[in-house]
């Protein structure tokens, strides 16, 4: 495994990540599983753990931290967010004082830590102002509950917002970004969010870089009845459209080439990116994980990278 520094800071974490959403505690709900899956990870280097308190409902940040007790704290980089509703309560939501308070306590007594080495703004929240929200993660900070925060799914005009009241007033600075990042998914992020980072020294976590499984090639023919895009609507209909089956058909050629699969080719790709501190990859089996491991060893020349640029160029992006 090889290890990036997240943005400018001190922190390291493994170009590969393991994340729970749709999997822990919800389709990987067989705690041996969990444990095997986790173990694998981290006996192959992985350090960064990326969760949140909406994934599974806590579960995935309960069933996670049950198989965190087995390793030394400080090997572990854990991360989780907030934003999302956890109640009908009007004010159990969104990104005010009073749920970053509440939300903290309850992820920390889910995943059995004292405190998260990441914790991310899940969503941008327009009914909250960002000096609150800011001012809420710099006391986390100053309490010990979080070591750094960082933003997920925000535009590059909120997250210079917020680095902005941050450096008026004092504050500690978001660090990350975690955005959706893929060969689909890549227009918005190459053109408004990487130039921004980059000049600001903020790392990206990027999540779903095999676009829910559609880079790996398991849509080709036909959708399987236990796969993410079969049971997830909403995926299907951004992803199951004929121009995008055609251009990761055509991926294959170039994959086997190099003699990789499809998806250990996509997570290089993503990796490409000197701003990329990591690439969160959920699995739902061994094999699954034991694939995307080796992605990590692959060099994509300029070439290939050209190649690969034809196919999805940055200008198609997904609905």
């Not at 903020?202 to 999540?207: D, F, M, Q, R, S």
């Amino acid at each position: 495994m090889k290890y990036r520094r997240l943005g400018d800071s001190g922190l390291k974490v493994s170009e590969l990540s393991l994340g729970g959403w749709i999997t822990f505690g919800e389709s990987v709900s067989d705690p041996q599983l969990v444990r095997d899956l986790i173990t694998l990870a981290y006996d192959n280097g992985i350090n960064f753990f990326d969760i949140a308190n909406s994934y599974a409902k806590g579960g995935a940040e309960r069933a996670m931290g049950e198989v965190f007790k087995d390793f030394p704290r400080h090997t572990l980089v854990i991360s989780s967010k907030l934003y999302w509703p956890q109640s009908d309560d009007v004010n159990d939501r969104g990104l005010s004082r009073k749920h970053i308070m509440e939300s903290i306590d309850r992820s920390l007594r889910n995943i059995g830590t004292d405190y998260l080495d990441l914790y991310f703004c899940h969503r941008y929240d327009s009914d909250t102002p960002v000096e609150e929200t800011a001012r809420a993660m710099d006391d986390l900070i100053h309490r010990g509950k979080i070591l750094y925060w960082g933003t997920s799914e925000w535009t590059d005009a909120q997250i210079q917002e917020a680095l902005d009241i941050c450096d008026d007033y004092g504050l500690y600075r978001p660090i990350v970004e975690q955005p959706q990042y893929n060969l689909i998914h890549r227009q918005r992020i190459e053109e408004t969010v990487l130039p921004l980072v980059e000049e600001e020294g903020i790392g990206l976590v990027v999540w779903s870089p095999l676009a829910s499984g559609l880079l790996t090639g398991k849509y080709d023919n036909v959708v399987p009845e236990d796969s993410r895009l079969a049971q997830k609507d909403w995926l299907a209909q951004n992803l199951l459209k004929e121009d995008l089956l055609d251009a990761v058909r055509m991926l294959k050629p170039i994959a086997d080439e190099l003699g990789v699969t499809r998806a250990q080719l996509a997570i290089a790709w993503t990796l490409r990116q000197p701003a990329v501190s990591s690439a969160i990859t959920g699995a739902t089996k061994i094999s699954q994980l034991e694939e995307t491991l080796k992605a990590v060893d692959i060099v994509l020349s300029e070439d290939v990278l050209e190649h690969i640029d034809a196919l999805f160029p940055a200008q198609r992006e997904s609905a």
